[in-house]
Nanobody
Framework: QVQLVETGGGNVQPGDSLRLSCGAS????????LAWFRQAPGKEREFVAA???????YYSDSVKGRFTGSRDNTKNTVGLQMNALRAEDTAIYYC??????????????????WGHGTQVTVSS
């Protein structure tokens, strides 16, 4: 099973960029769909991006065009480049691994391994 650790969170101003990384240990990393979710205070966890083992990448409408996901199967890492950050992007960001069917890549219940999360705060 894959274990995940996120890094790269921090405090930034609106319009700034930030890159998150998620390091994975364990076997068969390349077989998993890797995803990013986030949870803001008082809100439910929401889908951000998913990167399937096939190379296909999916984004939520709220981040499409601003965030870019990437994965390196040789280094067992997955990243999230976040540009043009907004105050509403403030949340704890989680990396997750699973094997969801295509129709369910946005469903958090389809992922069975999670990191502990990293805080991203966007504020002026």
């Amino acid at each position: 099973q894959v274990q995940l650790v996120e890094t790269g969170g921090g405090n930034v101003q609106p319009g700034d960029s930030l890159r998150l990384s998620c390091g994975a240990s364990g076997a068969r990393f390349r077989d998993y769909t890797l995803a990013w979710f986030r949870q803001a205070p008082g809100k439910e966890r929401e889908f951000v991006a998913a990167l399937r083992s096939t190379g296909q990448t999916y984004y939520s409408d709220s981040v499409k065009g601003r965030f870019t996901g990437s994965r390196d199967n040789t280094k067992n890492t997955v990243g999230l480049q976040m540009n043009a950050l907004r105050a509403e992007d403030t949340a704890i960001y989680y990396c997750a691994a699973g094997r969801p069917i295509l129709a369910a890549v946005r469903e958090s219940s389809m992922y069975y391994t999670w990191g502990h999360g990293t805080q991203v705060t966007v504020s002026s």
